[in-house]
């Protein structure tokens, strides 16, 4: 490694970027939107709702007519968790397609749900395919929907929704989606996927802050979901048919939140909506990678399957390579990044969403190969044992 390497610009307002899939960095213009309070019941507030509903359904073009949008309070696995509740009969059964730790956490809600499933457990590398989905479905008539996991950010893989979809439709399924990390920047064209129900979150590709997520899905879907819900504050068609009514949340709204989240939506269109910011996030990612190949890591994923949210990296075989010391090095810098949530190797991740370009991703390759120099890490290729897994698991 050589010993010289620029000098990394510090972060704005002194802030280390988030190189994750969300929480991430945030525009001033959002942080300051949060500055002011707001009344939960008040016109001026029920007036933001509908319009951060209405422009929800705007990305989703001439298809959306059918759909509504529903926010929901906390997390994203709170919203993934009214989504299968809902939209999924308690007589109903789900085909989980895994690929990574959140449809692994899909289908522990199941077994919270107490509700029937079938797991298909792709291990950490490699997609679920539409062949396989026919055929599960041609064996079991008694699976009514199939959950897709749009981007499995645990490795970074992008599945094909499509293909899927597809395989679904013609077995006469209904389609869930989780696009959590993946909506408002990867293209999910609601009238080629004509999925029943998908569920986002407002930290993730619209740029907001945590505390809320959304549920777009078919009002006649959401008509025919109630009374379906195992959870008060979890149901969809009720918190629908409050705001259909009153124009307010059910239950106090994470007002703040709502409010940095409308002026994340105006970046989002002034970049161009989805096909303008995922194609920012997609030369971050293209930058990002050459330069860590280039230090001599590999990526877990081939190129065809790496998204352009997260990239998931094997760590260096050299024995003086840690990762607790890389990340407080890097974070020294100003980048955290994310730690691996692989079960057979050792690995980190590198996100590419939020208020960064691709010279952000210049300096975080620079920052790695400094701090590579600091640990006295000569290469960063990974152990012949992490390959020879990849590559026996993919074939």
Not at 219 to 233: P, Q, V
Not at 272 to 294: F, I, S
């Amino acid at each position: 490694m050589p010993s010289d390497t620029p000098t990394i610009e510090a972060p704005r307002l002194g802030e280390p970027y988030l190189l994750t899939p969300g929480p991430l960095t945030t525009s001033y213009e959002v942080k300051e939107a949060m500055l002011r309070d707001w009344g939960s019941w008040d016109d001026d507030f029920r007036a933001m709702t509908r319009k951060m509903r209405d422009q929800l359904l705007a990305l989703l073009g001439d298809g959306g007519k059918d759909y509504d949008c529903v926010p929901i309070q906390g997390s994203g696995s709170y919203c993934v968790e009214a989504m299968l509740g809902s939209f999924v009969p308690r007589d109903g059964k789900v085909l989980v397609l895994a690929n990574g730790a959140y449809g692994l956490r899909a289908a522990k809600t199941m077994e919270y749900l107490g509700r029937d499933f079938h797991l298909v457990n792709k291990g950490d590398y490699m997609p679920p395919r539409g062949d396989e989905v026919a055929k599960i479905l041609a064996q079991d008539p008694a699976i009514t929907h199939v959950l897709i996991i749009h981007c499995e950010t645990s490795s970074g893989i992008l599945n094909p929704v499509e293909e899927l979809a597809d395989a679904a439709h013609a077995a006469g399924r209904k389609v869930l989606i989780d696009s959590m990390s993946a909506f408002g920047a990867v293209p999910l064209d609601v009238s080629r996927v004509k999925y029943a129900a998908m569920v986002s979150s407002a930290n993730k590709c619209i740029e907001g802050v945590p505390g809320f997520g959304f549920v777009i899905a078919r009002k006649d879907e959401i008509e025919a979901a109630e009374g379906n819900s195992h959870s008060l504050s979890l149901d969809v068609h009720a918190q629908w048919a409050t705001m259909e009514k009153t124009g307010q949340w059910r239950f106090t709204p994470p007002t703040h939140i709502v409010a940095a989240f409308l002026k994340a939506l105006e970046g989002h269109a002034q970049e161009g909506g989805v096909a303008g910011r995922g194609g920012r996030y997609t030369r971050n990612r293209d930058v990002m990678v050459e330069g860590m190949r280039e230090l001599g890591f590999e990526t877990l994923l081939a190129d065809r399957w790496l998204s352009p949210i997260i990239v998931t990296f094997f760590c260096p075989a050299d024995p003086k390579f840690a990762f607790s010391r890389f990340y407080d090095l890097m974070k020294s810098k100003g980048f955290i990044i994310y730690p691996g949530k692989l079960t057979v190797v050792d690995s980190f991740r590198v996100g590419c969403i939020g208020q960064m370009d691709e010279n952000i991703m210049r300096q975080v390759v620079e920052a790695a190969r400094a701090t590579l120099n600091e640990m006295g890490v000569e290469t960063a290729a990974p152990p012949q044992a992490a390959l020879d897994e990849r590559k026996k698991l993919a074939a």
